[in-house]
């Protein structure tokens, strides 16, 4: 069965550093997401990617967040200069499409660890 | 924020048995549902969704009912079994958003015992 995969699983690195999480989506989906679960909170929504821009994101993705899809395959969430707080499991998750109701399907998350 | 809640932290049910699993949300611009399952260090597995025009909807052992009046959607299993221990969500999101931006609950923690 398609499976959204997810790489690295665990990242650790030191506060001001820039990190890359990647994704591979699953193959014939067309919406892209970025979820966070911070320890003991909910999962919160990040940003939304179709068609090679952003459709949506929330306040939580500011100027230090980016997105990008730099080939067929995968999808990326950079960090540019991580703070503590960052530290977080990181969710890819894809779509089908647009027509109305479609399910995502979810990755196995990342774990940052912001020292 | 606490558009959607789910206020049973943890709810504990023998083998065989029915599992309810409540949501209750505040914003009235949500028009689908959907729950997931989640074990530990794993990603959120989808289960059922259930769009505002229906109040009920099912899958083999699980059902999903929605009541728009009174903003409350709950999940039934039966029979539950002790490989549905996990912890499940509700989410909920909204066509002005494209459905793109699922807003979940904090958890429902379940466990079956044999």
């Known amino acids: 069965e398609p499976e959204v995969t997810q790489t690295p699983s665990h990242q650790v690195t030191q506060m001001g550093q820039e990190v890359i999480l990647r994704c591979v989506p699953i193959s014939n989906h067309l919406y892209f997401y970025w979820y966070r679960q911070i320890l003991g909170q909910k999962v919160e929504f990040l940003v939304s990617?179709?068609?090679?821009?952003?459709?949506?994101k929330s306040e939580i993705f500011d100027d230090q967040f980016s997105v990008e899809r730099p080939d067929g395959s995968n999808f990326t969430l950079k960090i540019r200069s991580t703070k503590l707080e960052d530290s977080a499991m990181y969710f890819c998750?894809?779509?089908?499409?647009?027509?109305?109701?479609?399910?995502?399907?979810f990755g196995p998350g990342t774990r940052l660890t912001v020292l | 924020d606490q558009q959607v809640k789910q206020n049973s932290p943890s709810l504990s049910v023998q083998e065989g048995r029915i599992s309810i699993l409540n949501c209750d949300y505040t914003?009235?611009?949500?028009?689908?549902f959907l729950w997931y399952k989640k074990y530990p260090a794993e990603g959120p597995t989808f289960l059922i969704s259930?769009?505002?025009?229906?109040d009920k909807n099912e899958d083999g052992r699980f059902t999903v009912f929605l009541n728009k009046s009174a903003k409350h959607l709950s999940l039934h299993i039966v029979p539950s079994q002790p490989g549905d221990s996990a912890v499940y969500f509700c989410?909920?999101?909204?066509?002005?958003?494209?459905?793109?931006?699922?807003?979940f609950g904090t958890g429902t923690r379940l466990l079956v015992s044999p």
């Open positions: 259930i769009s505002s025009i229906k």
């Open positions: 989410a909920a999101s909204a066509e002005n958003t494209g459905f793109q931006k699922l807003v």
């Open positions: 990617f179709y068609n090679n821009e952003i459709s949506e």
């Open positions: 998750a894809s779509s089908e499409g647009w027509q109305g109701i479609n399910e995502q399907f």
């Open positions: 914003n009235s611009m949500f028009d689908y």
